[in-house]
């Protein structure tokens, strides 16, 4: 149980800004969207929920989340012990992710999320621009519909696998008409992606 702060249906046009939200062990804050709560960037904005620097024990749960312009629509950093569930995470402009999870975040789960039209960025990434910064870990990506990415589907981190093949477990993903690249690799040598449902996919190694 926990706290958990319930957003009434509207179209809200900002930026909400994460870092300083901490629950517990045990004690997760919700953000909970009614049906019809909508983050919408409009092109314009950035990150639309973002934790640069802090947050964690806390729940992102049935948002409508739209149009957030560059780096990911929900913009996890420096966060561990995070929910991101039920969300409806589309029509990103320039380099936005659906999910961006850079090195050092542990403990996530995203799950029952369905992320299309994402322009020209990954799905979700949790992943490592350079091959020596420390990955995130514990990373647990299911039951999610990811469709209609031109890059990526899910941006898994492939390099480190093989070193750390226990920091990301993918289950029961669903993937329709996405460009993939690291997922192959992922099954052939960690075989951590179980039950997927690939379909209409345009591999593009391996």
């Known amino acids: 149980a926990g706290d958990i702060i319930l957003v009434k249906a509207g179209v ?3 930026r909400v800004n994460l870092k300083d939200l901490n629950g517990a062990q045990g004690n997760y804050i919700t953000i909970k969207g009614e049906p019809g709560a909508i983050l919408d960037g409009n092109g314009a904005l950035q990150s639309l929920f973002y934790t640069y620097g802090g947050g964690s024990w806390f729940i992102i749960d049935g948002f409508e989340i739209k149009k ?9 950093s420096g966060s561990h012990d995070v929910i991101i569930r039920n969300n409806t995470i589309h029509d990103t402009v320039g380099g936005a992710e659906g999910v961006y999870m850079p090195p050092g975040v542990y403990n996530i789960l995203i799950e029952e999320n369905q992320i299309y039209n994402i322009g ?7 992943s490592c621009p350079g091959s020596s910064c420390a990955p995130s870990y514990n990373i647990t990506i299911k039951n999610n519909y ?4 031109n890059n ?20 029961d993903n669903r993937l329709e008409f996405v460009s993939v690249e690291d997922i192959p690799k992922t099954i052939q040598e960690c075989q951590l992606l179980i039950n997927a449902s690939p379909v209409g996919m345009n591999p593009k190694d391996g």
């Open 120 to 126: 020209g960025k990954e799905g979700i990434y949790a």
């Open 68 to 76: 957030s312009l560059n780096d990911g629509s929900i913009f996890l």
């Open 12 to 14: 809200y046009s900002e």
């Open 152 to 171: 990526e589907a899910i941006d898994s981190a492939r390099k480190h696998f093989s070193q750390f093949p226990q920091f990301r477990t993918f289950l």
């Open 146 to 149: 990811l469709h209609d990415i």
